[in-house]
Protein backbone atom coordinates (compact mmCIF):
# COMPACT_ATOMS: atom_id res chain seq x y z
CA UNK A 1 0.00 0.00 0.00
CA UNK A 2 1.20 3.50 -1.19
CA UNK A 3 0.29 6.17 0.03
CA UNK A 4 0.94 10.09 -0.04
CA UNK A 5 -1.17 12.56 2.34
CA UNK A 6 -1.14 16.60 2.02
CA UNK A 7 -2.67 17.80 5.50
CA UNK A 8 -4.50 21.13 6.38
CA UNK A 9 -3.55 22.97 9.56
CA UNK A 10 -6.94 21.88 10.83
CA UNK A 11 -6.33 17.84 10.46
CA UNK A 12 -8.05 17.87 6.98
CA UNK A 13 -6.21 15.62 4.73
CA UNK A 14 -6.31 14.68 1.14
CA UNK A 15 -4.65 11.59 0.33
CA UNK A 16 -3.21 9.96 -3.09
CA UNK A 17 -2.75 6.32 -2.65
CA UNK A 18 -2.63 2.72 -3.98
CA UNK A 19 -3.66 -0.84 -2.47
CA UNK A 20 -2.71 -3.69 -4.47
CA UNK A 21 -3.38 -7.41 -4.32
CA UNK A 22 -2.46 -10.91 -5.58
CA UNK A 23 -5.70 -12.57 -6.75
CA UNK A 24 -6.03 -16.15 -7.64
CA UNK A 25 -9.28 -16.84 -9.83
CA UNK A 26 -11.78 -18.82 -8.00
CA UNK A 27 -12.72 -22.02 -10.07
CA UNK A 28 -15.85 -22.67 -8.71
CA UNK A 29 -17.25 -19.60 -9.95
CA UNK A 30 -17.96 -16.98 -12.47
CA UNK A 31 -16.50 -14.04 -10.10
CA UNK A 32 -13.95 -13.64 -7.43
CA UNK A 33 -13.42 -10.42 -5.02
CA UNK A 34 -10.81 -9.51 -3.31
CA UNK A 35 -9.69 -10.58 -0.01
CA UNK A 36 -9.26 -6.78 0.71
CA UNK A 37 -11.01 -3.54 0.36
CA UNK A 38 -8.75 -2.11 -2.25
CA UNK A 39 -11.49 0.31 -2.77
CA UNK A 40 -11.46 2.53 -0.30
CA UNK A 41 -14.32 4.71 1.55
CA UNK A 42 -14.77 8.53 0.61
CA UNK A 43 -12.67 8.46 -2.36
CA UNK A 44 -12.10 8.70 -5.95
CA UNK A 45 -11.33 6.24 -8.49
CA UNK A 46 -8.70 7.42 -10.49
CA UNK A 47 -7.80 3.60 -12.31
CA UNK A 48 -7.58 -0.21 -11.23
CA UNK A 49 -4.95 -1.87 -13.27
CA UNK A 50 -4.35 -5.34 -13.55
CA UNK A 51 -1.82 -7.54 -15.03
CA UNK A 52 -2.46 -11.77 -15.71
CA UNK A 53 0.52 -13.36 -13.84
CA UNK A 54 -1.07 -16.96 -14.24
CA UNK A 55 -2.64 -17.44 -17.38
CA UNK A 56 -6.74 -17.91 -17.25
CA UNK A 57 -7.68 -21.25 -18.30
CA UNK A 58 -11.42 -22.40 -19.66
CA UNK A 59 -13.10 -19.26 -19.00
CA UNK A 60 -13.43 -16.87 -22.10
CA UNK A 61 -13.26 -13.50 -21.17
CA UNK A 62 -12.65 -11.42 -17.81
CA UNK A 63 -13.70 -7.70 -16.67
CA UNK A 64 -13.22 -5.87 -13.87
CA UNK A 65 -15.60 -4.46 -11.79
CA UNK A 66 -17.32 -4.19 -8.12
CA UNK A 67 -20.41 -6.03 -6.77
CA UNK A 68 -22.45 -3.99 -7.89
CA UNK A 69 -21.09 -3.01 -11.45
CA UNK A 70 -19.53 -5.93 -13.52
CA UNK A 71 -17.81 -3.92 -15.42
CA UNK A 72 -17.04 -0.73 -13.90
CA UNK A 73 -13.45 -0.52 -14.36
CA UNK A 74 -12.55 -2.25 -17.34
CA UNK A 75 -14.20 -3.35 -20.76
CA UNK A 76 -14.53 -7.27 -21.53
CA UNK A 77 -11.12 -8.51 -22.16
CA UNK A 78 -10.72 -11.38 -23.94
CA UNK A 79 -6.92 -12.54 -24.02
CA UNK A 80 -6.55 -14.35 -20.81
CA UNK A 81 -2.52 -14.81 -21.78
CA UNK A 82 0.21 -14.23 -18.85
CA UNK A 83 1.12 -10.94 -19.10
CA UNK A 84 -2.34 -9.37 -20.52
CA UNK A 85 -2.84 -5.92 -19.03
CA UNK A 86 -5.70 -3.84 -18.77
CA UNK A 87 -6.36 -0.06 -17.63
CA UNK A 88 -9.35 0.39 -16.08
CA UNK A 89 -10.09 4.30 -16.52
CA UNK A 90 -13.63 3.20 -17.74
CA UNK A 91 -15.50 4.56 -13.91
CA UNK A 92 -14.27 7.88 -14.73
CA UNK A 93 -17.24 8.34 -17.09
CA UNK A 94 -19.35 10.19 -14.34
CA UNK A 95 -23.17 10.14 -16.05
CA UNK A 96 -23.63 6.71 -15.15
CA UNK A 97 -24.40 5.28 -11.19
CA UNK A 98 -21.17 3.65 -11.71
CA UNK A 99 -18.66 6.92 -11.71
CA UNK A 100 -15.52 7.53 -9.74
CA UNK A 101 -17.25 8.05 -6.57
CA UNK A 102 -16.44 5.14 -3.89
CA UNK A 103 -19.39 6.09 -0.75
CA UNK A 104 -18.36 2.76 1.27
CA UNK A 105 -14.49 0.68 1.54
CA UNK A 106 -15.38 -2.59 -1.05
CA UNK A 107 -13.70 -5.32 -3.03
CA UNK A 108 -13.12 -5.42 -6.59
CA UNK A 109 -14.69 -8.12 -8.23
CA UNK A 110 -13.13 -10.09 -11.31
CA UNK A 111 -16.17 -11.18 -13.25
CA UNK A 112 -15.23 -14.33 -15.98
CA UNK A 113 -17.66 -16.25 -18.64
CA UNK A 114 -16.98 -19.53 -18.25
CA UNK A 115 -15.62 -20.37 -14.77
CA UNK A 116 -11.84 -20.19 -14.94
CA UNK A 117 -9.74 -23.42 -14.53
CA UNK A 118 -7.11 -21.42 -13.37
CA UNK A 119 -5.54 -17.93 -13.53
CA UNK A 120 -4.65 -15.23 -11.05
CA UNK A 121 -4.32 -11.70 -11.43
CA UNK A 122 -2.57 -8.63 -9.90
CA UNK A 123 -5.23 -5.90 -9.56
CA UNK A 124 -3.77 -2.61 -8.26
CA UNK A 125 -6.19 0.47 -7.33
CA UNK A 126 -5.15 3.89 -7.99
CA UNK A 127 -7.18 7.10 -5.58
CA UNK A 128 -7.69 10.26 -4.32
CA UNK A 129 -9.73 10.31 -0.77
CA UNK A 130 -10.48 13.27 1.58
CA UNK A 131 -10.65 13.42 5.15
CA UNK A 132 -12.60 15.91 7.07
CA UNK A 133 -10.60 18.03 9.55
CA UNK A 134 -10.50 16.94 12.94
CA UNK A 135 -10.63 21.01 14.71
Do not use: H
Not at 5 to 17: K, L, R
Not at 41 to 62: F, G, Q
Not at 81 to 106: H, I, M, Y
Request: aromatic residues 6%.
Amino acid sequence: IGKETSYTPNGAQWVFGSNSELLVLSTGGLTTDTVGNLLPANSIIEAVVARVTTAITTATSWVLGDATTAARFTTVDTTMTLGETQTGTKCADQTGAAGPRQSAAAKVRVTTVGIPGAGAIRITVFYRQFVAPTS
